[in-house]
Each structure stands twice: as structure tokens, then as C-alpha cells.
């Protein structure tokens, strides 16, 4: 409780006295208002989706040189990502009731 009193107090009184860079540092550190969100709304399938396109193109890109390769590399991963996700998803969903 104290310090919920004391604390508006001492970043004023630092605000006032330090320099112009650290003192919109401070304000924007303890602002009251909340963050902005994030403009990105995704589903849970559509982040699924984004998560293993994403993944799978670095597996593919790491572990194969020749472009062929990589391809299927890439496109099998992606494939195994969506089922083993879906599959766990179905496998939860009695659960969630």
C-alpha cells in the first residue's frame, strides 16, 4: 500500500529532473494507459497454419541443399505439421466440454 503511494511521487520528481530522452523513457515506461494490441488477429487454425509454413521452410532451408529437395522437404513437413496439429486438436476437444 505504501508503495503504491510513494511510487507516483518519486517518478514525478525523477521526470521533472532528468533529461528530455529519459524522461519520455520514463513516461512511456510508466504509462497508465494500456499497450496498443496487436493489429494480427488470428484464428487457431490460421496461427497453426502460420507456425508450421513458417517452421517447415527452415527445416527445409537447414537440413536439404538441392532446391528439389527442399521443396519436398519443405512441403512434407508442412504436411505433418497441420496433421499431428489437427490430430492433437481432435484429440483435446472432448476435453474442452
Do not use: C, D, N
Not at 521452410?57 to 504436411?79: D, E, Q, T
Request: aromatic share 14%; net charge positive.
Amino acid at each position: 500500500m505504501l508503495l503504491l503511494i510513494i511510487f507516483p511521487l518519486v517518478t514525478a520528481s525523477l521526470a521533472t529532473r532528468l533529461p528530455l530522452a529519459v524522461h519520455s523513457f520514463v513516461q512511456v515506461l510508466f504509462r497508465e494507459e494500456p499497450p496498443a494490441v496487436s493489429p494480427l488477429h488470428l484464428s487457431h487454425f490460421q496461427a497453426l497454419l502460420l507456425f508450421a509454413a513458417i517452421i517447415s521452410v527452415a527445416f527445409g532451408f537447414v537440413s536439404r541443399r538441392r532446391p528439389l529437395a527442399r521443396l519436398k522437404y519443405i512441403l512434407w513437413s508442412l504436411l505433418l505439421f497441420l496433421l499431428i496439429g489437427i490430430g492433437i486438436g481432435w484429440a483435446m476437444y472432448p476435453f474442452s466440454r
